[in-house]
């Protein structure tokens, strides 16, 4: 895949983030890394940034001392005991005297594992450093950020990703016209990872690249909305609305969480009284805390389509 | 929930492998078979077959065992897919026109058309109409009623071959297949009053022998006779009346002692049936929150194991749905079997699979199981659809296998998977 091919290797391929990428040059150089938490949106290069700083500090044989760990798939509290704890606390051999632990989707781990990181920080610092990589540093409680350089990943500009497009699309042999690029850019808004999945896809139609080949790729892509499902509710039609609702969850592989919070992104724009718009925001949040708790995601949802069909219905009444 | 998903329903269990399995309708099997065999010199003059009759005559088996007999790739849809302009042009536009991607020959097979819904499918039948005129490969349609006059342009461009109701000896024939298989001696006397009640239909027949002699060694006459006053299907149906129109809390909580399901079961029967219910949009609104809450209290009884909460539960979804709304009966509606129960019990296989998939995406690309299955497969799915080759090259350095790539392409995963 286009983003594992064409994902930097070493700290000199990184072209953004410059200021960035010069401190970590200079952890490098000192052959000492702090701790670290690597924060902002997606597609901005966090992991990436963090692999290469691995390569550039160990060599070629970088995987030896690494280890990478997803906290959305492994965030259980175990994992940080046990796992995390094997591989933190013996010291490897070599003239760098610690190992790194690259810490994915950090924001996802539940607070016991954050608390139980944070005593594995402070024990095996000797042996082995944490560079913790989230799209939201607030969710990583208070004590580890307090431990951690913070670096703050931003959007990449537009002329970055252009270039980075036109540099693909040379290696590759694809052609692609302007207003596929601008199509691109429109959708993939400032993440890369987004960005050369997109591009690539719309590359296998095996045509030039125009903005009509972008748009379909991504519809194919993406055949829900979450915005067509609120105005079937809000329309009155519970029945289609929830079957919207289960082949979201089905099919598409879509968390009770993530509609949830799409919903919510939605409210406010919706074209409804501000009465209701706080009145659906209030029980969206129920709905979200009861998912957090562990309720069914389906029954919880359905129940919030229901809100939608009163909150309809009551509008058209004019109250 | 409960521990459902081990059951396998004797019609899957028993589904015929080979056309020789397949009882009945010889004349119609010969004609089917007659009309792929046409195939190997060249695209005949009707590219497409109808076929047509009543429910659990062999319609879709026969189809299937022949796709097993001569090891062709079955490419199906039934009614419990949308079938849009757009789905019909995914799944069978390609098909009928490219070579499979494993080399396989082809059949498509649209199953239930008279199920094509005029409104929630739109443009369906005229793309089914449009994949006949072009294919390159056999296309066959199956309905219950042909002479339905929505498929009157469909008609004329298939062959129509007519599958008859089974008699009662080549019912209770099959039946006695299974028993032997099961290991139970059944009388001839209940397996042919099992075939008489199926009027002709042996996927109805099956169904109820399963529930009268699944893990008995005996069937008896007496064991069946009572099939004549008391039918399964209705007793459910009974208990959700008690529920839903309730006169008063007592009398819908006491719904719960006489179903014969367990609770998760009939909590998915109420959420599954009460918006057809309740239209007030009101009151929908609060009995779906009187669900929403009955399920809370299971996450409370998960969590804590403390099974005293599940009084709550029983009272919030029987009396709390009943009181919640005016029970003014719109005519009447029938009862439908819960969705969930159904998608669940079909996809444990399949959610298992896409979860190994994802993981496989992840440890590639750096990412969760879960954001991969979001935000990588569906690409990867489009990749495989528009360039095979490109998309064959990713699978291979993902690391997946000809089952995972084959799910993929087909994009029938209808699961979620839990982040």
């Given at each position: 895949?286009?983003?594992?091919k064409?994902?930097?290797?070493?700290?000199?391929?990184i072209?953004n983030?410059?200021?960035?990428?010069?401190?970590?040059?200079?952890?490098v150089?000192?052959?000492?890394v702090?701790?670290?938490?690597?924060?902002?949106?997606?597609?901005?290069g966090?992991?990436?940034?963090?692999?290469?700083?691995?390569h550039?500090?160990?060599g070629e044989n970088?995987?030896?001392?690494?280890?990478?760990?997803?906290?959305?798939?492994?965030?259980g509290?175990n994992?940080?005991?046990?796992t995390v704890?094997?591989?933190?606390?013996?010291?490897?051999i070599?003239?760098v005297?610690?190992k790194?632990?690259?810490?994915?989707e950090a924001d996802?781990?539940?607070?016991?594992?954050?608390?139980a990181?944070?005593?594995?920080?402070e024990?095996y610092t000797e042996?082995?450093?944490f560079?913790?990589v989230?799209n939201?540093?607030?969710?990583?409680?208070?004590?580890?950020?307090?431990?951690?350089?913070p670096?703050?990943f931003?959007p990449?500009?537009?002329?970055?990703?252009?270039?980075?497009?036109?540099?693909?699309?040379?290696?590759?042999?694809?052609?692609i016209?302007?207003?596929?690029?601008?199509?691109?850019?429109d959708l993939?808004?400032?993440?890369?990872?987004?960005?050369?999945?997109?591009?690539?896809?719309?590359?296998?139609?095996?045509?030039p690249?125009?903005?009509?080949?972008?748009?379909s790729?991504?519809?194919?892509?993406?055949?829900?909305?979450?915005?067509?499902?609120?105005?079937t509710?809000?329309?009155?039609?519970?029945i289609?609305?929830?079957?919207k609702?289960?082949?979201?969850?089905?099919?598409?592989?879509?968390s009770?969480?993530?509609i949830?919070?799409?919903?919510h992104?939605e409210?406010?724009?919706?074209?409804?009284?501000?009465?209701?718009?706080?009145?659906?925001?209030?029980?969206t949040g129920?709905?979200d805390?009861?998912?957090?708790?562990?309720?069914?995601?389906e029954?919880q949802?359905?129940?919030l389509?229901?809100?939608f069909?009163?909150?309809?219905y009551?509008?058209k009444?004019?109250s | 929930?409960?521990?459902?998903?081990?059951?396998?329903?004797?019609?899957?269990?028993?589904?015929?492998?080979?056309?020789?399995?397949v009882i009945?309708?010889?004349?119609?099997?010969?004609?089917v078979?007659?009309?792929?065999r046409?195939w190997e010199?060249?695209?005949?003059?009707?590219?497409?077959?109808?076929?047509?009759?009543p429910?659990?005559?062999?319609?879709?088996?026969?189809?299937?065992?022949?796709?097993?007999?001569?090891?062709?790739?079955l490419?199906?849809?039934?009614?419990?897919t949308?079938?849009?302009?757009?789905?019909?042009?995914r799944?069978?536009?390609?098909?009928?026109?490219?070579?499979?991607i494993?080399?396989?020959?082809?059949?498509?097979?649209?199953?239930e058309?008279?199920g094509?819904?005029?409104?929630?499918?739109?443009?369906?039948?005229?793309?089914i109409?449009?994949v006949?005129?072009?294919?390159?490969?056999?296309v066959?349609?199956?309905?219950?009623d042909a002479?339905?006059?929505?498929?009157?342009?469909?008609?004329?461009?298939?062959e129509l071959i007519?599958?008859?109701?089974?008699s009662?000896p080549e019912?209770a024939?099959?039946?006695?297949?299974i028993?032997?298989?099961?290991?139970?001696?059944a009388?001839?006397?209940?397996?042919k009053?099992?075939?008489e009640?199926?009027s002709?239909?042996?996927?109805?027949?099956i169904?109820?022998?399963?529930?009268l002699?699944?893990g008995?060694?005996?069937?008896t006459?007496?064991?069946?006779?009572?099939?004549?006053?008391?039918?399964?299907?209705?007793?459910?149906?009974?208990?959700?009346?008690?529920?839903f129109?309730?006169?008063?809390?007592?009398m819908?909580?006491?719904?719960?002692?006489?179903?014969?399901?367990d609770?998760?079961?009939l909590f998915?029967?109420?959420y599954?049936?009460?918006?057809?219910h309740?239209?007030?949009?009101l009151?929908?609104?609060?009995?779906?929150?009187m669900?929403?809450k009955?399920?809370i209290?299971?996450?409370?009884?998960?969590?804590?194991?403390?099974?005293?909460?599940?009084?709550?539960v029983?009272?919030?979804?029987?009396?709390g749905v009943a009181?919640?709304w005016?029970?003014?009966?719109?005519?009447?509606?029938p009862?439908?079997f819960?969705?969930?129960i159904?998608?669940?019990?079909?996809?444990?296989?399949e959610?298992?699979l896409?979860?190994?998939i994802g993981?496989k995406?992840?440890?590639k690309?750096?990412?969760?199981?879960?954001?991969?299955?979001k935000?990588i497969?569906?690409?990867?799915?489009?990749?495989?659809?528009?360039?095979?080759?490109?998309?064959?090259?990713?699978a291979?350095?993902?690391?997946?296998?000809?089952?995972?790539l084959?799910?993929i392409?087909e994009?029938?995963f209808s699961?979620?998977?839990?982040?």
């Amino acid at each position: 895949m286009w983003t594992e091919k064409y994902r930097p290797r070493t700290l000199d391929e990184i072209v953004n983030q410059e200021e960035i990428v010069s401190r970590l040059k200079s952890f490098v150089k000192a052959k000492n890394v702090p701790h670290c938490i690597f924060a902002g949106p997606p597609g901005t290069g966090k992991t990436t940034a963090a692999l290469c700083l691995a390569h550039d500090l160990y060599g070629e044989n970088y995987r030896e001392y690494v280890m990478e760990l997803n906290a959305s798939d492994e965030r259980g509290i175990n994992v940080i005991r046990e796992t995390v704890k094997t591989f933190a606390r013996s010291r490897p051999i070599g003239e760098v005297s610690f190992k790194i632990l690259i810490l994915d989707e950090a924001d996802n781990m539940t607070d016991d594992a954050q608390q139980a990181l944070r005593r594995t920080m402070e024990r095996y610092t000797e042996t082995a450093r944490f560079i913790l990589v989230a799209n939201y540093s607030s969710k990583i409680i208070e004590p580890i950020q307090s431990r951690c350089a913070p670096f703050r990943f931003t959007p990449l500009p537009r002329d970055a990703i252009i270039k980075r497009i036109e540099y693909i699309c040379e290696k590759e042999h694809v052609t692609i016209l302007d207003d596929g690029i601008e199509a691109i850019l429109d959708l993939s808004e400032g993440d890369l990872r987004k960005t050369l999945n997109i591009l690539q896809t719309a590359a296998s139609v095996g045509k030039p690249i125009d903005a009509e080949i972008v748009y379909s790729v991504v519809g194919k892509a993406n055949p829900y909305s979450i915005r067509d499902m609120i105005f079937t509710a809000l329309n009155g039609d519970f029945i289609s609305a929830r079957s919207k609702l289960r082949e979201m969850l089905r099919k598409y592989g879509l968390s009770g969480m993530d509609i949830v919070r799409q919903i919510h992104s939605e409210i406010f724009m919706l074209d409804i009284p501000d009465k209701w718009k706080v009145k659906l925001a209030d029980i969206t949040g129920e709905i979200d805390y009861r998912l957090v708790q562990g309720a069914n995601e389906e029954i919880q949802l359905s129940a919030l389509l229901a809100k939608f069909v009163e909150a309809g219905y009551e509008i058209k009444r004019g109250s | 929930m409960s521990s459902r998903a081990t059951y396998i329903p004797w019609t899957q269990k028993y589904k015929p492998k080979s056309l020789s399995e397949v009882i009945g309708n010889e004349e119609a099997k010969r004609k089917v078979l007659e009309w792929i065999r046409t195939w190997e010199k060249g695209i005949p003059e009707k590219r497409a077959i109808l076929i047509y009759g009543p429910p659990g005559t062999g319609k879709t088996s026969t189809i299937e065992a022949l796709a097993n007999d001569l090891n062709m790739e079955l490419i199906m849809s039934d009614a419990s897919t949308y079938r849009t302009e757009e789905a019909v042009k995914r799944t069978a536009g390609r098909a009928s026109q490219a070579g499979s991607i494993f080399g396989k020959k082809k059949i498509i097979v649209f199953d239930e058309v008279d199920g094509v819904s005029g409104t929630a499918d739109t443009g369906g039948l005229r793309e089914i109409i449009n994949v006949i005129k072009s294919t390159r490969v056999p296309v066959a349609l199956i309905a219950n009623d042909a002479w339905d006059p929505r498929l009157a342009s469909l008609r004329s461009l298939c062959e129509l071959i007519e599958f008859k109701r089974l008699s009662v000896p080549e019912v209770a024939r099959y039946l006695q297949r299974i028993c032997l298989r099961e290991g139970i001696s059944a009388e001839d006397k209940a397996l042919k009053f099992i075939a008489e009640r199926s009027s002709g239909d042996l996927r109805s027949a099956i169904n109820d022998l399963q529930a009268l002699a699944q893990g008995k060694t005996k069937l008896t006459y007496e064991d069946v006779a009572w099939l004549a006053t008391r039918d399964r299907k209705e007793e459910i149906f009974n208990v959700l009346r008690m529920i839903f129109y309730a006169k008063n809390s007592a009398m819908a909580k006491s719904a719960v002692n006489i179903a014969d399901v367990d609770l998760d079961m009939l909590f998915e029967w109420i959420y599954e049936n009460a918006p057809y219910h309740i239209k007030n949009p009101l009151e929908l609104a609060a009995v779906m929150d009187m669900l929403a809450k009955a399920d809370i209290y299971r996450g409370r009884i998960n969590k804590t194991q403390n099974w005293a909460f599940l009084r709550y539960v029983i009272d919030l979804m029987t009396a709390g749905v009943a009181a919640s709304w005016s029970k003014k009966a719109a005519g009447w509606i029938p009862f439908r079997f819960p969705e969930r129960i159904k998608a669940a019990s079909a996809t444990k296989e399949e959610r298992a699979l896409l979860e190994e998939i994802g993981r496989k995406i992840g440890k590639k690309c750096h990412i969760s199981s879960a954001r991969a299955i979001k935000e990588i497969l569906p690409y990867l799915r489009i990749i495989l659809w528009n360039n095979p080759k490109m998309g064959k090259g990713i699978a291979k350095w993902l690391d997946l296998d000809k089952e995972m790539l084959t799910h993929i392409a087909e994009g029938k995963f209808s699961s979620s998977a839990k982040s």
